[in-house]
């Protein structure tokens, strides 16, 4: 029964930061539309920049809002007793770091094991999105060095 409880939390967890996740970079991809089309003919390298940053503090706060939310998660299951304890835990397990100092007990281990593997997808999903990013930009300056030519 315990594993059954362990197996809907960890995919009623999975199911909520997997479409935070999906909504950010949407939101994201959007913005950064928005931006490149009413810059497209001014858009400095700094600028560019500026938009990178952006873009990299702004999947910092998904991340960060992901381990939060999996934080409570320990809190509501009553797992883990303090805040300051389940961020700590929840945030070196959804990095995958994992120090030991901190354990879940026999009933819940299945949750961070599931916290672990998704964080592992999702700080994936968002380097592959700063990779794609970082190539259209690159892209975009070739394209505008070609025209000056």
Do not use: K
Request: aromatic letters at 12%; a neutral charge.
């Amino acid at each position: 029964m315990v594993l059954l409880l362990n197996l809907a939390v960890a995919t009623v967890m999975v199911a909520v930061t997997f479409s935070i996740h999906f909504a950010g970079l949407v939101g994201l991809t959007a913005l950064l539309r928005h931006q490149g089309n009413r810059l497209r003919g001014r858009l400095s390298t700094i600028g560019q920049g500026v938009g990178i940053l952006v873009v990299v503090f702004s999947l910092f706060a998904l991340h960060s809002l992901q381990i939060w939310l999996y934080a409570f998660a320990y809190l509501f299951v009553g797992e883990l007793h303090q805040i300051e304890t389940a961020v700590y835990f929840s945030t070196s397990t959804f990095t995958t770091v994992g120090f030991g100092d901190v354990i879940l007990s026999h009933n819940w281990r299945m949750l961070g094991v599931a916290e672990s593997m998704n964080g592992f997808l999702l700080i994936s999903w968002s380097t592959a999105f700063l990779v794609s990013l970082t190539g259209r930009v690159r892209a975009f300056e070739a394209t505008i060095e070609g025209l000056e030519d």
